[in-house]
């Protein structure tokens, strides 16, 4: 049915979008610039606002007033977005994930240094 649809393609745009954003937090500089601490917590509350679930999107906004989000490190990028991640868990009455291992499980190995900065300038 539509209904079925519905939660089924929702279901599967979430687990994109988590796939995405902890393999961008594994990704993110151990040592940021401000620039770079900027860009990630804009990124995230522009994804509040622009989610394409208006439900999702207006549970999510409130949930980043709270814990807003961290950019000192890859390290606190990766445990907030885990954390963040398991709070979403919570309310939908999934199970809460272990986050000791983040960065290892979502290490995409594309880390090309030399590919960014030929691209950047
Ligand atoms: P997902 O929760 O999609 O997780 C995918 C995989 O990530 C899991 O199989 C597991 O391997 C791993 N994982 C699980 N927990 C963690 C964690 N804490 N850290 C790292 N990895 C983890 N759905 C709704 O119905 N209502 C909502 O309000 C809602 N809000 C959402 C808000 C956002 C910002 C996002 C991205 C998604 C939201 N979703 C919401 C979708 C929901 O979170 C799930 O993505 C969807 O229900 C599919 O769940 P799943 O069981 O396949 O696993």
Redesign the pocket.
């Known amino acids: 049915s539509a209904k079925m649809g519905n939660?089924t393609q929702?279901?599967?745009?979430?687990?994109s979008?988590?796939?995405l954003?902890?393999t961008m937090a594994a990704q993110y500089p151990e040592k940021p610039s401000s620039e770079e601490r900027k860009a990630l917590y804009q990124f995230f509350k522009l994804?509040?606002r622009l989610?394409p679930?208006g439900?999702?999107?207006?549970?999510?906004q409130l949930?980043l007033k709270q814990y807003p989000p961290q950019t000192s490190s890859r390290v606190a990028a990766s445990q907030w977005?885990?954390?963040?991640?398991?709070k979403?868990?919570e309310?939908?009455g999934?199970?809460?994930?272990d986050?000791s291992n983040?960065e290892e499980?979502?290490n995409c190995g594309c880390d090309e240094e030399g590919e960014k900065e030929s691209l950047s300038l």
């Open positions: 939660a929702k279901a599967e745009l979430g687990r979008t988590w796939k954003l902890h994804l509040s989610y679930c439900e999702c999107a207006a549970h999510f949930l977005a885990c954390a963040i991640h398991n979403v868990n309310r939908l999934k199970e809460i994930f986050c983040i499980k979502y």
